[in-house]
């Protein structure tokens, strides 16, 4: 890394920028429902969303919390605040990151890794706006092509073709590591079929067991 | 006016728009400062450009599955609340659950859309948004903090062992998400006989070794980039191939 360079004060202004930004943007997306009834000439159900909000923050806001705790160190400070705005974090911004660290071979904790993941989900936000915006345009060509029932497994099956492509790219990283979470994740969902819908929680508990099995193998100095 | 011409009303895009143009502005002021401070950093510019290109391909295909998601969600809550919802924080299975929690709190169902008027749409989006909020309030009020906290925990480690266990953390963390989405489609193939999830993901792992073998035996260095990209693109495709 360049020595003039000011990384510290690189990162405060990110973070300072990340606040200002996600401070109005969550602000905006609040009120906004509320512009929507005074626009509509309608009225909120107070109680309706009280209901709902506790239906969905018991299953989601403790989600949220562990989402933060493990996302911020993997995605890095500019990442981070532009992931949680930005959604669709598992099945895009992750695996962007990861991709962008691959190909640029940074290593995580370090300036150059929190420059490349910043901009992997900044590029990849913009995309993503632009695909939908451009999608919301063409609505109406475009909804009989893309509800065609020949291509509906294609994007029924976009987890499985990101997941099986990174797979592939990390299993052989290292199977001592792979091969516990991916057995047991197999063992459990055949004994409780129900988990088989729950991967957003699984794989919290199977992260969280695949770390656990790299820490002792790397105690132990049996990574290469 | 019926429930589907005002939640369809041109006032409702405009005001969406605009919260969306917000983003993306902020989209484009952290990308170009990171950009900057990574030439400035001493970076090789063609890794800048690389990350953008390999990040924006990577990008397209599971924003069109977004765009499908919005498809799905416009039959109930109009274009544009669904157009904000999935371009915002969140992602579509949460769309769906929470949208889907909140018009079941008032009696009525997504499912049944004639059932549904304005004001249980307003009330919809808000618990929406307010349900997936706690991870952009946890980054206003920590994000600064635990960053840099979890930056040194990680540093420390590499000075402390020699070799990185943060690197190898990280690895084994995607290996934690892969594992768990790969290992419920092998249940789901040995449970409910549901074998094309499987047969996708094994069709995108052996076009991935494939790219790697050429980028890494064939010296085909420039494919790196777009291996991601094309095992998705060609498994997707033999996934309709499969289902035919």
Known sequence: MNKSFDYEQYDNSIHRLGRITNTIGILSLLTLPLVFSVVLGTSLSWSGFAKGLLRVSITYLPICIVEFLIYVPILGSGGSYLSFITGNIINMKLPCAYNAREIAKTQAGTPEDSIITTLAVGVSSLVTMLVIFIGVLLLIPLTPVLNNPTLRPAFDNLLPALFGALGAQYFFKSWKISAVPLILMIGLSIAIPALIAQTTVMMILIGGIAIAITYFFHKKGALQ | ?244
């Open chain 2, 1 to 244: 006016m019926d429930y589907f011409s005002q939640a369809n009303s041109a006032p409702l895009y405009i005001l969406v728009g605009v919260v969306l143009l917000f983003v993306a502005i902020s989209c484009v002021l952290f990308t170009r400062k990171s950009y900057l401070a990574g030439l400035k950093m001493g970076m090789d510019r063609n890794v800048l450009r690389t990350t953008i290109t390999a990040s924006a391909l990577f990008t397209v295909l599971p924003s069109i599955s977004i765009l499908l998601g919005v498809i799905a969600l416009s039959g109930s809550l109009g274009v544009p609340s669904s157009w904000l919802r999935l371009s915002v924080v969140g992602n579509l299975s949460y769309e769906a659950i929470a949208a889907e929690a909140a018009s079941q709190a008032m009696g009525v169902s997504l499912k049944d859309a004639a059932s549904l008027t304005t004001g249980h749409l307003v009330t919809i989006v808000l618990v929406m948004t307010t349900g997936i909020s706690w991870g952009i309030i946890a980054t206003i009020f920590f994000g600064k903090s635990y960053s840099r906290k979890s930056t040194q925990l990680l540093n420390k480690s590499k000075k402390k062992e020699g070799k990185s266990f943060a690197d190898w953390a990280m690895v084994a963390m995607f290996i934690g998400f892969c594992g768990t989405f790969i290992g419920s489609y092998v249940a789901e193939a040995v449970v409910f006989k549901h074998f094309l999830p499987l047969l996708t993901a094994l069709v995108a792992g052996l076009v991935m070794k494939g790219c790697e073998y050429l980028v890494n035996e064939k010296q085909l260095a420039w494919m790196e980039n777009f291996s991601l990209s094309l095992s998705m693109l060609i498994a997707m495709t033999a996934a309709v191939l499969l289902a035919l």
